[in-house]
DNA sequence: AAGTGGTCTAGACCACGAA
DNA sequence: TCGTGGTCTAGACCACTTC
């Protein structure tokens, strides 16, 4: 405790005890008494500091978690939250002249940054649709679509889920259906194949994590997720694929340009 | 209890009880067993239920919470939390010809999905710029920007805060100093004094809500907030305004428009 | 072994809401 | 008044990390 100066409760103050104690250390956070990485003080000094019981100090200890501020770790401590790389995504991302490198965007942005990047939990099934996903392809229940699903990491740590959708009338007998859908990606085979892409309409929605996507993305507690469902239209109008995307929104800042006229 | 069959603890599961306790929960309300304003078991009941400690149940309806899937209220109970009415943005909400209506597009739009708009907490500042807002904007960190805050609300619910920056030699003579900025709102303002707006770039993140905010949106526990960054840019590629904008992520679905090539 | 957080108990008193 | 959730106590035992 000597080395982080807190106050003492407020005796007359009739907010609760344990939101005053996390006040104070949220404001210590947030002045950078204390900073990233830093140590919170133990239970068994708080208490000691505050003069009450275990279950009031890990009260306030568990609403600054809740707020994305601290994580605690079994054993070591509750450290103030440091953030990741942040990846910024442009709205010119999907461009034709960023496919035509031979490389996945993922990989020329990520090095680029000075990540190393990695992509793994590749899987490709055959299935029916959900409603959801039928409407947007304007798709028949009973017609199939090819789910391509793929996690990203930046230096080992994941950072974002998608799977994409692709009419299997679409993808017979391209490398969409295979783990290494060659140069370009799914976009380039599905233009090779006479579908020119137009252009794509994302849908951009953020809310707390679902428990799977907090074991797949790693994700500390108290950090919510963007949700991405991304729809491409080839020329005429057709919807030729949906992505449906899931990120952590640590690391991420999505960027877009609007249109004045 | 009688209305709503929860099984009992795995007692050779290692996961811990309150969570097992929550899993039950939460599997109701995602399969429907509980939906949009049901009442969850009262703490009393799920003790007998289940043979554990208030505390133990508390701390499972406490997860349940900050995944935002229920709310509790004081002397009444614990509730599955009812989606509030969602307003879609679409990319081109600033495009010229929603301007010329003489409406601002926060009315027109929340009209036209049925609902009641009200705008409130209008305050009008001058003041020297944060660096962010002098470094977006081009503006040396002594000159003087005008600061327009406001909040809007749909049916009563506060949706969303919003904080204008236009740099002050801009804004003088003009209706943007004032509270109704006129039809059209402040960029019609711009343009009529030959500014001519080009394009925006919008930032999107999303985070856990501070404390304030949770307070100005009334956001319940558990629910994110989309923070915008949007910044105008004239003919000739002057930054003109940046927007600071907080949202309630239950109230918004942001929606946008990619190209192709 | 010592220090840390994770889980759980069995109570207490209080404040709010509905009847 | 009664049932509800909100706050708080004073312990217990366990699992993990560091030394």
Redesign the interface.
Known sequence: MSELPLPHLDPISDRAVFRQIADHIRHAIETGALSAGDKVPSEAKLMQHYGVAR?TIRHAL?ILQ???LTVAEHGRGVFVRTRPLVRRLA???????HRDLGKAAFIVETEGAGGTPTVDSIAITEANPSPDVAARLALDLRELVVARTRRYLINGQPVEMATSYIPHALAVGTRVMQPDSGPGGIYARLEEKGHR????????????PYRDEVRALELA??????HLI?T?YAVGGRAIEVCDTVMS?DAY?????????
Chains 1, 2 share one sequence.
């Open positions: 279950m568990q809740g707020e994305g709205s010119d991302r999907f461009a034709r002249r892409l137009e252009r794509f309409e994302e849908e951009v929605r953020a809310r707390m507690p108290g950090v919510p997720v963007f991304r491409a929104t800042v999505l960027t877009y340009e609007l249109p004045a006229s």
